[in-house]
């Protein structure tokens, strides 16, 4: 994943702590890069998967290797907003409101079925997730840094579900899919599970500083202009679509090339390249994509739309270039 040559200590330690996940995760190595490199381009995550995959206990292992805080929010139609920022409760002694933090206040936060709950509440998680602040009886409280938000949520099952709205979904850096295991990996699970290692087992091999300071190395890395520009062209093209009502907005260009910088930073490249790029267009951007109703009546998958965007990459490549 990364090349050590000339590497930097924060890179060092994303390693290990990526070396680490792998071995409570079987099989899912290009889901832990994607996820790693959207913690470097500080994005937030939507993991959207069946039951039984991994989802939660691939999160725990991150949170467990970095060192950081960690906190788990189910969520449920009746979970309230203070139920996820804290609310103020008066205190006697003093005689005025302290506040009490709520879950949200961790470095890292499961929230998981998070199209359960109400609009309302996931407005509160909304501020959250882009002021990097909550707002309780007027006062604003910063979050700790780093502040990742790693949401998931059941497409099976939609009784009782708050889709969640373009708003909210356009917060999100990037939305993966873990899927099934192989027939090999299942049988290696399996074979594997008295002796696996649990998340809570794993030892930090990582610290929530080495986190910042690849932040900051990746800012650093190179995107060329026609890369930029091809970016963008890329971008404005899903909004050319007759089957697409409200395409990516501008904060999926800005997305894409953050997400660009890290994970050549996670190959160990000072530069971005049309490579990095291609195989981040699916995860980036399917999810920001709002059909028209006739196209999701049609069954038009707004992953198929972008990957048939991606088929036509070198006329893209040359559209932007100019």
């Not at 725990?60 to 979970?79: E, M, N, Y």
């Not at 009490?100 to 199209?115: C, F, Q, S, Y």
């Not at 109400?118 to 309780?136: F, G, I, N, Y």
């Not at 490249?269 to 291609?278: F, I, K």
Request: glycine share 4%; charged share 25%.
């Amino acid at each position: 994943m990364i090349d050590v040559e000339h590497t930097s200590e924060a890179r060092e330690h994303v390693q290990q702590a990526y070396e680490n996940v792998l071995r409570v995760i079987l099989g899912k190595d290009r889901v832990v890069q994607l996820l790693f490199a959207a913690m470097l381009a500080d994005g937030h995550v939507l993991i959207e998967d069946v039951p039984g995959v991994g989802k939660t206990t691939l999160v725990r292992a991150i949170a467990q290797s970095f060192g950081c805080t960690f906190k788990r929010i189910q969520f449920t139609p009746d979970l309230l907003p203070t139920d996820v920022t804290g609310v103020s409760v008066y205190d006697q002694e003093s005689g005025r409101f302290l506040f009490r933090p709520g879950p949200i206040m961790a470095n890292i936060v499961l929230a998981d079925e998070i199209n359960r709950t109400s609009p309302k509440t996931q407005a509160a998680l909304l501020e959250a997730m882009e002021e990097r602040a909550v707002t309780v009886d007027g006062e604003r409280h910063p979050l700790p840094d780093p502040f990742l938000v790693m949401a998931t949520q059941n497409p099976i099952e939609y009784e009782g579900t708050f889709p969640l709205p373009e708003a909210q979904l356009d917060r999100f850096l990037i939305k993966v899919h873990l899927g099934y295991l192989s027939r090999e990996e299942e049988i290696r699970l399996l074979r594997e599970w008295q002796d696996r290692v649990s998340p809570e087992a794993l030892q930090p091999v990582a610290t929530a500083q080495h986190l910042r300071s690849a932040r900051s190395e990746v800012q650093q890395v190179y995107v060329e202009e026609s890369l930029q520009r091809a970016i963008v062209a890329f971008v404005q093209s899903t909004r050319e679509l007759s089957v697409v009502a409200l395409g990516a907005s501008p904060r999926a260009s800005l997305g894409w090339m953050r997400l660009a910088q890290a994970s050549a930073y996670l190959a160990g490249r000072s530069y971005v390249t049309p490579e990095d790029l291609q195989p981040l267009a699916v995860p980036i951007l399917a999810h920001r994509l709002v059909l028209t109703p006739q196209a999701r009546m049609d069954g038009v998958k707004a992953e198929s739309l972008v990957e048939e965007l991606v088929a036509k990459w070198p006329s893209a490549m040359r559209r932007g270039a100019r």
